[in-house]
């Protein structure tokens, strides 16, 4: 390019006698007259130098980074909050930890991440770090108890919605009001659309139920009740997405994965013991779409789920009444054919798969007839009265 500049200088002349003659061509008659463009065209090399030198330095700087991570140096200063959600990887903290300024590049915490063996240790949860930390140092904070914000709420298996509203009402001083009109649209929480499907014919209900995943939570210091309830669903999404339920139980059960979650309500709700999780489950497919008379599904825990939601307690079958017991208002009526219109509670992982990988069997009653929980299951209702002698027997029922 700059071959192509004129910067003011001749061609040598040549001499008669072929000899070069050093000098300046006389321009327009006069001697000399190319100096004003000989200083322009040198201010312009200069220029065009200088630019050239920028280019190389920002092209260098850029290859730099290929070789040198961004990091800041030290402990940083400041304090600041940031939150990891539950199923960060290293690069989604990573991205985290940017955003808030804590550390320069994304590639300066995974390398000091990599490099600390106790990184694998890092929790989901709200930390107080500063900004402008080394990577290395950042690391080491998120180590530390001492920063983590420790707001943690354990949803307990089989609580009904209506019960975790209120225990994170009493953690967060949240209204139950407000949880209560967050759930009311569960697809807004991020339940999706194909969830609330069936295949047995019955009237499609849509409610958050089943969905509020029991687990310990972090709470973040400004939760909303949607933002609580959107992380719980996201969780059970995420857990049942691993466990590959809905594909399992429409291919396996023959069921829509709605019902299949009802069905794992039910035997956590009726299951006194973890080891009779997939037998329960097993009576109400039977009841509800098998050989049992009605076609019903005759468990006092649907009855208690409707007295607990217009606000009345709750009872053992022994303090049922017979009015109780067949309520042709209550939707979640026992006589009534089919399965209910909702699950009755949140239920747990392996009440999940109690549902989804059901024993073989063709039991159509159960009795719990130890202390510990357990049950016996009957195909007819004369092994079923043997059993029952034996709960008896035993100070059972």
């Known amino acids: 390019m700059i071959d192509d500049l004129d910067l003011g200088f001749d ?34 090399a200069l220029v065009l130098l200088g630019g050239i030198g920028g280019v190389a330095f920002y092209g260098f700087d850029r290859i730099q980074n290929y070789f040198v991570t961004p990091d800041y140096d030290g402990a940083g200063a400041g304090e600041i909050t940031v939150e990891i959600k539950n199923g960060a990887l290293l690069a989604d903290m990573a991205d985290a930890l940017v955003a808030a300024d804590v550390v320069k590049s994304q590639k ?20 107080k770090l500063r900004k402008q930390m080394s990577g290395a140092n950042a690391v080491t904070a ?18 009904t919605a209506k019960n975790i509203y209120k225990l994170l009402s009493e953690k967060t001083k949240i209204p139950v009001k407000e949880f209560e009109a ?29 969905f509020l995943y029991p687990d310990t939570y972090e709470i973040p210091p400004k939760a909303t009740a949607e ?12 857990v049942s997405g691993e466990m590959k339920f809905a594909d399992r139980v429409q291919k396996e059960r023959k069921v829509s994965p709605y019902e299949a979650l009802i069905v794992a309500s039910l035997a956590q709700a009726e299951a006194g013991n973890k080891d009779d999780l997939g037998k329960v489950a097993r009576v109400a497919y039977n009841r509800a ?3 049992f008379p009605c076609n019903c599904l005759e468990m006092d825990v649907t009855v208690n789920y409707y007295l607990e939601s217009i606000g009345k307690p709750t009872k053992s079958s022994k303090q049922m009444t017979a009015a109780e017991l067949d309520d ?5 009526n026992r006589k009534l054919p089919g399965m209910i219109p909702t699950p009755i509670n949140n239920p747990g992982k392996q009440a999940l798969e109690g549902a989804m990988a059901t024993p073989t069997g063709k039991w159509l009653y ?4 130890d202390k510990q929980g357990h049950s016996a299951f009957a195909e007819t209702y004369e092994q079923h009265q043997r059993n029952e002698a034996k709960a008896r027997e035993a100070g059972i029922i």
């Not at 061509?25 to 100096?35: A, E, F, L, V």
């Not at 998120?142 to 609580?159: A, F, Q, S, W, Y």
């Not at 159960?366 to 007839?369: G, L, T």
């Open 366 to 369: 159960f009795v719990a007839i």
């Open 108 to 127: 300066a915490f995974i390398e000091a991440a990599e490099a600390n063996s106790r990184s694998k240790n890092i929790q989901p949860g709200t930390y």
């Open 11 to 44: 061609e040598p002349e040549r001499g008669e006698k072929g000899r070069h003659r050093r000098g300046f061509r006389k321009r327009n008659g006069k001697s000399g007259g190319g100096r004003g463009k000989t200083f322009l065209a040198l201010l312009m």
């Open 227 to 238: 933002s609580i309830l959107k992380l719980m669903v996201d969780n059970f999404l995420s």
């Open 182 to 210: 967050a759930a009311k649209d569960p697809e807004a929480l991020g339940v999706p659309e194909w969830w609330f499907k069936r295949d047995d014919g019955k009237k499609i209900v849509k409610s958050v139920e089943g």
């Open 142 to 159: 998120m180590l530390d108890l001492k920063n983590k914000i420790v707001n943690g709420l354990t949803i307990p298996e089989g609580r």
């Open 289 to 291: 779409y098998g050989e």
């Open 328 to 332: 042709p208002k209550n939707p979640y």
